[in-house]
């Protein structure tokens, strides 16, 4: 077998092998926990590179992403000489049935669906251990290297090359099959498997995402700033603009906007795997109990959701909000008892937010009592803005 100059052997392009095995893992893919598979090229995602900079230089990134560009445009700095990448889906569902509903003293949160079941993390890191024992076992001098999220290429740019979906206009990767409810994860291979073509359907005229948006995040067909995607600030764990908290809804995880007025997700639901099944009461909890969550609880609760990634602090500062946000009065004694106990000034500072959301006279003496005692200067402005707007809905 020929070798290269770093001493890997190299696998011969065009050896009939490859598409053989390929067929192979296309009928085997059920099996291994994956809903799609598809083939590309290693080549560098070139005209991707502009992309990512021009949305650095605005400001647009969330901060969650690898921060080398080059890693996220160039496969072979993630595998030396690599020749394939394997995009592969799960498919995971967009409906609950009889989901609890919301009632006056009974007031609930709701987690993106990305984050309803098993922590798609794992799911997917399953399913490419499967895919890549299978190729191991074929062809044992095969490298790989799988990633999910957290790894350096952009997996949509990987998806959307080998042919799982299109690029939609709220940014997600839109498969004609499934929709856009799939996880995606990737392989890095010296194998050389044959490429799939890319998908030519796209959105057509269609604008109903960027119109849906609730903050304008989606600045652009497909160019989104994370910095407004309410997605992106439900995991963010300081303070949140006020702007964004009356938008924020009862949302304690992601948002689903743009994806669920998509008509392309229309009647997609995919209900196949247990695993990935919703539990209505987690996955649409009572605010108040999550206020009193201890860390231990937490992690027994929503340790294995993918909501968990950020800790306890951004869903229970989330479920302040979404407290002020329902404006009910039921909730003033626990958001009285944040705003004086609290250790985290983010929760103290919110609560502030929340009360003068929902006001009364209660809400204002609290907020009076907690301006004596208050140190965090951060809070202190919270407090001072929260007892101006009381006292303007008084004068009312
Ligand atoms: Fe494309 Fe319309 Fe779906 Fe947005 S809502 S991704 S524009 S089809």
Not at 29 to 54: H, M, N, Q, R, T
Not at 153 to 176: H, M, T, W, Y
Not at 273 to 280: G, H, S, W
Request: with cysteine; charged share 30%.
């Amino acid at each position: 077998m020929p070798m290269t100059e770093t001493g890997f052997a190299r696998l011969p392009a065009g050896d009939s092998r490859w598409a053989e095995l390929k067929r192979e893992i296309q009928e085997a893919a059920a099996e291994l926990g994956i809903d799609d598979v598809g083939f590309a090229s290693a080549d560098p995602f070139v005209s991707l590179k502009a992309i990512l900079e021009d949305r650095r230089d605005k400001g647009y990134e969330s901060g969650f992403e690898e921060p080398d560009l080059n890693k996220r445009v160039y496969p072979e700095l993630s595998l030396t000489q690599p020749a394939s990448l394997i995009s592969i889906a799960v498919a995971y569902p967009s409906k609950m049935e009889n989901p609890p509903k919301s009632a006056p003293g009974e007031r609930r949160g709701i987690l993106a669906r990305s984050a309803w079941g098993q922590d798609y993390h794992q799911v997917l890191r399953e399913a490419m251990e499967k895919l890549e024992g299978f190729i191991r076992e074929r062809v044992p001098e095969a490298r790989i290297e799988s990633m999910v999220d957290t790894g350096a290429l952009v997996d949509r740019a990987v998806a959307e090359r080998a042919g799982i979906g299109f690029k939609g206009k709220n940014c997600a990767i839109i498969s004609p099959k499934w929709g856009s409810w799939i996880y995606l994860g990737e392989l890095i291979t010296n194998v050389p498997f044959p490429p799939d073509s890319p998908v030519t359907e796209d959105c057509g005229d269609c604008t109903k995402c960027i119109d849906a948006c609730p903050t304008g995040a989606l600045v652009g067909p497909g160019e989104l700033n994370a910095q407004r995607c309410i997605s992106f600030l439900t995991q963010t764990k300081g303070f949140v603009d006020e702007e964004f908290m009356v938008k924020i809804g009862n949302r304690l995880y992601g948002c689903d906007t743009c994806q669920v007025v998509c008509p392309k997700n229309k009647g997609k639901s995919w209900n196949h795997r247990p695993e990935l099944a919703p539990d209505p009461e987690k996955v649409k909890p009572l605010l108040l109990p999550l206020l009193d969550l201890s860390n231990r609880e937490f992690k027994e609760r929503f340790g294995d959701s993918a909501a968990a990634w950020r800790g306890k602090k951004p869903i229970q500062r989330n479920a302040v909000i979404a407290l002020g946000n329902f404006k009910d009065p039921t909730s003033v004694p626990k958001l009285i008892d944040i705003l004086l106990h609290d250790p985290r000034p983010e929760l103290r500072g919110t609560a502030a937010w929340a009360l003068s959301q929902i006001g009364g006279m209660e809400a204002g003496e609290a907020i009076g009592r907690a301006l004596d005692a208050e140190q965090e200067e951060e809070v202190r402005v919270r407090l001072r803005t929260a007892e101006q707007k009381l006292q303007a809905s008084i004068g009312d």
